[in-house]
């Protein structure tokens, strides 16, 4: 691990300290964490061996086994991607009418409610952290308000306390947009426990990443065995239909490949901490965003330091 940040430091000194204009090579942003290819195509060989591509196998389960463990949550189930386990979890709470929820967030989270029959009332954000303002709220409930969805921006957690009062005073259900949250936590308790459900992202951007997936949390298994019926076709069992599904399983290779991420996700979190800590070090306040390169002004709820709440991800 020491040679490693000793490489990545002095390939950063390296181009922060060049001065020519014409650099031919590629500096990219971010790009995807990926596992040992020899280690995915011995996991591709067993499932070929298996016939079993999908339809919660073996990969499948394991994982769900493995990220409840690691996360520190109760009950998960995979999805192939995050904007079909939005528009799940909606249908899993029975959410309609009007949802009060940021204007600060990528499109799947607004996409989700109209893809529902739901109205999005859009919420003024935080200053400081750029997640929903509490305070602002109250205001925007109405006799059709059924829910709040917030997001957890760059994994800085929401006012989580001051928003599940609301909620408990109206009558309103929490659905978190957790994307950015893997493995975030709040006075050493999982930001995933909070809420009805929450909702995290696997997509190739993500430190955390199967290709494409995602993940709700609930926390009863009850809830749990609804996703899962939602989330394939409705079927309770081979023969019976208990509500209208979708096909939004996650298959046994994007499965497969999760379980090797997990095993490197926490040097993935360092090497991306050490790169944002020297951004910290070295003060680049040209780049614009000085508030998401400053940890303590941008950090007021005593996370747990994860650098999943930088614009990088």
């Known amino acids: 691990m020491d040679y490693i940040s000793t490489l990545i430091i002095e390939k950063i000194s390296e181009l922060m300290s060049r001065t020519d204009t014409n650099i031919q090579e590629k500096i990219f942003v971010n790009q995807p964490t990926l596992p040992e290819l020899p280690e995915f195509i011995s996991l591709l060989e067993e499932i070929w061996e298996s016939k079993n591509l999908t339809n919660m196998g073996k990969f499948h389960q394991e994982l769900e086994k493995q ?18 386990a939005l528009i799940a979890a909606l249908q899993v709470m029975r959410i309609s009418g009007e949802v009060i929820t940021t204007p600060y967030s990528f ?18 954000i935080d200053p400081k952290t750029y997640n929903l303002d509490p305070s602002k709220i109250e205001n925007l409930i109405t006799t059709k308000t059924t829910a709040i969805v917030p997001v957890h921006i760059y994994g800085n957690p929401c006012d989580v306390r001051k928003i599940e009062k609301i909620a408990d005073i109206y009558g309103l259900k929490v659905i978190y947009d957790s994307a950015h949250a893997f493995g975030v936590k709040l006075k050493n308790e999982s930001i995933l426990n909070f809420g009805d459900l929450s909702v995290l992202s696997f997509h190739a951007t993500k430190i955390f990443n199967t290709f494409e997936g995602c993940a709700i949390i609930c926390h009863d ?33 994007q499965a497969a490949l999760d379980l090797l991420q997990l095993k490197d996700v926490t040097t993935y979190q360092y090497l991306t901490n050490l790169g944002l800590e020297l951004y910290n070090f070295n003060d680049i306040t040209s780049l614009k965003f000085e508030d998401f390169i400053k940890h303590d002004k941008f950090s007021p709820n005593d996370n747990e330091k994860k650098y999943f709440k930088y614009s990088f991800n």
């Open 67 to 84: 990220l409840c463990e690691y996360l520190g949550v109760k009950h998960i189930s995979l999805f192939a991607n995050g904007t079909l």
């Open 221 to 253: 298994e009850k809830t749990k065995k609804r996703i899962d019926y939602l989330k394939n076709f409705g079927f309770a069992d081979e023969t019976t239909v208990i509500a209208p599904g979708i096909n939004a399983k996650m298959n046994e290779m």
């Open 107 to 124: 499109v799947a989270t607004t996409h989700a409610l109209k893809w529902n029959g739901i109205t999005p009332v859009f919420c003024d």
